[in-house]
């Protein structure tokens, strides 16, 4: 057995689960299911062997920063003219400092360019450096089907074949590709209310609306709903695109610890009791902002205690479903479904189309009166152009799938294999003796590496395997939490994942 494995599997034995949540649990009674969660705490040799390789890396960073400063090695950095040198820094220095010696050893794990669709299967296109990772080159040959267990296509609609390609192929032939303005001037197509009315239908809510950026949809969003006067309470490890939002509304933000329905309850409890800062006047409103799938940590929301929470102290709730949407539930149609919720409980429902429906954009949903207002006052829907006609036939395409409107089985049956696929994988990974984190149920399933050089080694190590995987480090993630990131598709055949395995199972021996 390698060291580099060896260390993967020795951890999985010295730790110990800290945090597991049963349907018998203290709130059991508001689960209707199994539900099971697992974060292994890292071993004490492990954490003290991880800080002593990011302390190395970083007086060897020092002592590269100090050879470069004299011209002794070369720098590609980004940095100001000597003419500037007396002007306020474009480019913070200290800042960079990671990125130049630490994320550079590790660059060639990102950014590889693929020339095929992102199914089960992809194409990559061969890169080589001959300057350790600063730039790259094209070799000309294509790495043909490589397992793909890196894209979020968790339902298989990124193809380029079937019903929703066609589909998207005859309305790019009506309509063209770009719209040319936005909803409110003379981009608003019949397909786009067409797809809004259909959202509403799928997530059982009174009215939807749709945005042509994912992230945007948070970022643009929360400032319209929130304010000066507001306060907001975040998970911990939100999405970046919903701090962002948070930030921008000017609201005053406190954080709860991840999951944790204690830390949720009393920061409710301290700001009915305290009001607003220096004034203690009552808040003008209290959001709850959390993920249905955190896509770091392949956890679940607790969203039945969140909703008693919300309902108790008259907060409302922003529940971002981007990666739960048509990846849980029975129906597919997110963790609301999972939990056999009423969505009208959600006073705000968020979710993208990049993932499950493999398309772009997001949207949110909720009561007419919320859509209306936001219609009208987000940034996003006002000045951003309006989706390519393209891509909302995709989305209408697959979301019918889905449903059952096409007048087949195939949507309900994807859906019933990805929840088969994230089963299997998660078990034969543990019986492997790796350390996984997050739900039972998740597709997201986070594999820990923790050291900095197993970053770098696992990615290389499966791309010559032909396996294509994300691999997480700091400041992504804890600095003694670097992580491998599968996500399973129902694209994924029982024969990949068992090649997938048995690769895994030969560096074992």
Not at 194 to 204: C, D, I, N, P, Q
Not at 456 to 482: C, D, H, Q, W, Y
Request: glycine fraction near 8%.
């Amino acid at each position: 057995m390698s060291m580099f494995f060896m260390m993967l599997q020795y951890s999985r034995f010295s730790g110990f689960l800290v945090a597991q949540v049963h349907s018998d649990s203290h709130h059991g009674s508001l689960y209707s299911r199994p539900f099971i969660e697992s974060f292994e705490e890292t071993p004490m040799l492990v954490a003290v062997l991880t800080y002593m390789g990011y302390g190395i890396l970083t007086i060897f960073g020092y002592l590269r920063d100090f050879l470069r400063h004299w011209k002794i090695e070369r720098c590609h950095i980004a940095r100001e003219r000597e003419v500037q040198k007396d002007f306020v820094p474009l480019y913070q220095d200290f800042e960079n400092f990671y990125t130049r010696n630490l994320y550079m050893r590790i660059r060639d794990n990102w950014n590889r360019p693929i020339c095929s669709v992102p199914g089960a299967k992809m194409d990559l296109m061969e890169r080589a450096s001959h300057d350790y990772n600063w730039t790259f080159e094209y070799t000309g040959r294509v790495v043909q089907d490589v397992i793909n267990l890196g894209s979020y296509n968790y339902l298989g609609f990124a193809e380029n074949t079937g019903p929703c390609a066609d589909s998207a192929a005859e309305v790019t032939m009506k309509y063209g590709v770009g719209v040319a303005s936005t909803r409110q001037e003379t981009g608003n197509l019949d397909r786009h209310e067409e797809m809004e009315k259909l959202v509403a239908k799928f997530l059982g809510v009174e009215s939807a609306m749709a945005f042509g950026m994912g992230f945007a949809t948070n970022s643009m969003n929360i400032p319209a709903l929130a304010g000066k006067g507001c306060l907001i309470l975040s998970d911990e490890l939100n999405h970046a695109s919903l701090v962002l939002g948070a930030r921008l509304s000017g609201s005053i933000i406190r954080v709860f610890k991840h999951n944790n329905m204690q830390s949720l309850e009393k920061l409710l409890r301290e700001a009915i009791v305290h009001g607003q800062p220096r004034t203690h006047r009552p808040w003008k409103k209290i959001l709850i902002v959390v993920e249905g799938i955190y896509s770091m940590e392949g956890s679940i929301v607790h969203l039945p205690e969140v909703i008693a929470l919300k309902k108790h102290y008259r907060a409302y709730l922003y529940l971002d479903e981007a990666h739960s949407i048509g990846a849980l539930g029975p129906r597919g149609r997110g963790v609301v479904d999972y939990f056999g919720l009423d969505p009208c409980d959600v006073d705000v429902m968020m979710g993208t189309f990049t993932k499950s429906f493999g398309a772009a954009g997001g949207y949110i949903a909720g009561k007419r009166e919320l859509i209306e207002y936001l219609r009208s006052h987000s940034h996003s829907a006002v000045y951003a152009t309006s989706m390519s006609p393209p891509v909302v036939e995709q989305i209408i395409t697959s979301m019918k799938c889905i449903m059952g409107e096409d007048g087949t089985a195939i949507g309900r049956e994807r859906v019933r294999q990805l929840a088969e696929n994230t089963v299997y994988f998660r078990k034969r990974l543990r019986e492997m003796g790796f350390i996984i984190y997050g739900n039972n149920d998740s597709p997201v399933i986070p594999m820990m590496l923790y050291m900095p050089a197993k970053i770098g080694a696992f990615g290389r190590e499966m791309l010559k395997r032909n396996i294509g995987v994300v691999v997480v480090g700091f400041p992504a993630t804890p600095i003694i939490e670097s992580r491998a990131r599968f996500c399973i598709s129902a694209a994924h055949t029982k024969d990949i994942q068992t090649f997938t395995v048995f690769l895994f199972q030969k560096k074992y021996s």
